[in-house]
């Protein structure tokens, strides 16, 4: 049963009960399969998800808790012990899902509640078996290990310490020598541990087919494509998708890179020039975290009712935590309590244009799920990963107007190095994407072969890319850095598609405001109740697979760009 709303420091912080959980959930299956009749189904699934609802907030506030204070002992045991009992409940959802799947009642239940549904728990009973549990505990182990390695870095630099995060601002400085100096002191610690993380990843590809084997199929990528829970699309789409990006977007990319080095008056540019868009410095916003909020609340007031409506409640209720202090975990990320309906949005401010981001980016997130939260069926309030990210990234564009106020004497290089940045993602993203296909259709490729192959598809797509300067990344492992090829195989192409069809909001945004706002809240308010390309049907915008669809929404984006005079910024 759903909760009024209340402020988040006024959340009860309760621990789920293992033994509790079991005993509610094995007494959930005993009654599901006890149903005759949809009817009766209908009333245990109310049940469950009403039960869920509870122990998902329960988690998430946990969740929120341990990582705005990770030194808090109380709130790390917590954590621990929802780690533990997440499996469980996967255990359950999944039996649960096959007793439905199963039924005799079936079909009336896909009339109430959609086939979709059924899909989707046919996609999650394909990805998993008893019998690959195991495995799938080691993978989760390798996958932290990964993020260990790269949390632990300690890299020397200027007679200071630095993590990986930390050194990244060294790398887009003013100054020539300090970027070159930074990507020297980053590419040798990767160098040092690159064997470590090369072997991690191939113990992960190596567990990864022989969980896909062990499942019935042929290589990982099928079984890649069925965690990502799509539905409606395939490898062979995606790869005409990604020639789509090498021939239309790479050859604009190139030209920008061109001008930005000739602003910056770089002869023979490396990788880490293109991290400086301005000669003078990359834009700053004009305030501080409460400054930044106010424009934001302002932002979110003129835009829209029910904008308004959203901000006012995320501050009222206390829904932001974005302050960086010692103990926070970094990184930023949205989540929801479904209980209350109330989204959350987390961030580690640090006064660089990323600020700005966290209020437009996850601000769409949280927007698209404060208006789906009026979903009753809880498996459609949250979309798949591509069409999740269409809503934070198309805000961003809706925000364009607002950059005054973000950004006052900077908005201009704002906008144009937001959109540069987003047309020049595309490349990089299909080469993260093209290497991990390949890794997976060859799995006892060594390492070396491995960045071999890396090199090559970046040659293909960021030939801007020089390495002169740093011996290790110029053997193609760049991809070492990427945590996603390790944790979330086969995600990264989804922020491209969602940016493709976030340009179509961008453009229309320019042409007509009423128009495209109104498009963007009739898709936030769809939630997860179709996939991906039947939701982009649904709300008249462009499929990203059809040929001949990225070069009509680069062109009009071209021309926006050439509207800026970048030598003069
Ligand atoms: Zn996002």
Redesign the pocket.
Known sequence: MKKQPIKFSDYPFIVPNEKQLVKKMEGFLAQIKECKTAPEALKVIKKINNYMEVIDTEGCVIYVLYTCYTDNEKYKKAQDKLDEMSPLLSKYGTEISKVLVNAPYRPELEKKLGTFLFKKYENSLKAFDEKVMPELIQENKLSSEYEVVMGGAQIEFRGGTYNLSQLGKFLQDKDRDTRKEAAKAMDKWLGENEAKIGKIYDDLVHLRTEIAHKLGYKSFTELGYIRMGRVDYNAKLVEGYRNQIAKEVVPVCNKLYKQQMKNLGIKKPQYYDYNLMFANGNPTPAGDREYLVNQAHKMYSELGPESKEFFEFMMKYELMDLDARKGKAPGGY?ISFPLYNSPFIFANFNGTQHDVNVLT??G??AFQCYLSSAIKIPEYRQPTLES??IH??SMEFFAWPYMDGFFGKDAEKYKYSHLADSIEFLPYGATIDEFQHWVYENPDATHEQRCAKFHEIELKYTPHKKYDDTPTLAKGTWWLRQGHVFGSPFYYID?TLAQVVAFQFAIENMKNHEKAWKKYIKLCKCGGKYPFLELLEKNHLRNPFIDGSIKKVIKPLEKVLKGFDTSKM
């Open positions: 949205q980016h996850e769409g997130h999740c990210e934070s990234m922020y």
